[in-house]
């Protein structure tokens, strides 16, 4: 499966940004998650979706980011919302057997190209 990030880009505190995935195989029956990695840091999952549509979100994520996914688009879209600075770094989206995404970005198979997000203060 390959994978396409898009809607990355540049807003102030408290702003918005809608991230979309783009899939070019059948996505349904995977787990599939945003990953963010911020400079000299590990990329950690922000937010995660099951083939079911049930999402798990980070302590941090939790009330600001929204995560969704349209199996007819094969696509996955994260909403943030509340923009804070320490949110900036570079998103990836992930796509693969829920439990290497739960074990982390080490256990990962297949990554997107990723789109940077910067916060400013």
């Known amino acids: 499966v390959q994978l396409v990030e898009s809607g990355g880009g540049s807003v102030q505190a408290g702003g918005s940004l809608r991230l979309s995935c783009a899939a070019s195989?059948?996505?349904?029956?995977?787990?599939v998650g945003w990953f963010r990695q911020a400079p000299e840091k590990e990329r950690e999952a922000v937010a995660t979706i099951d083939s079911g549509g049930s999402p798990s979100y980070s302590d941090s994520a939790k009330g600001r980011l929204t995560i969704s996914k349209d199996n007819e688009e094969n696509t996955v879209d994260l909403k943030l919302s509340s923009l804070k600075p320490e949110d900036t770094g570079m998103y990836y989206c992930?796509?693969?057997?829920?439990?290497?995404?739960?074990?982390?970005?080490?256990?990962?198979?297949?990554w997107g190209q990723g789109t940077q997000v910067t916060v400013s203060s």
């Open positions: 992930a796509a693969d057997l829920c439990w290497r995404l739960v074990q982390g970005a080490e256990e990962v198979r297949n």
């Open positions: 195989g059948l996505i349904a029956g995977w787990c």
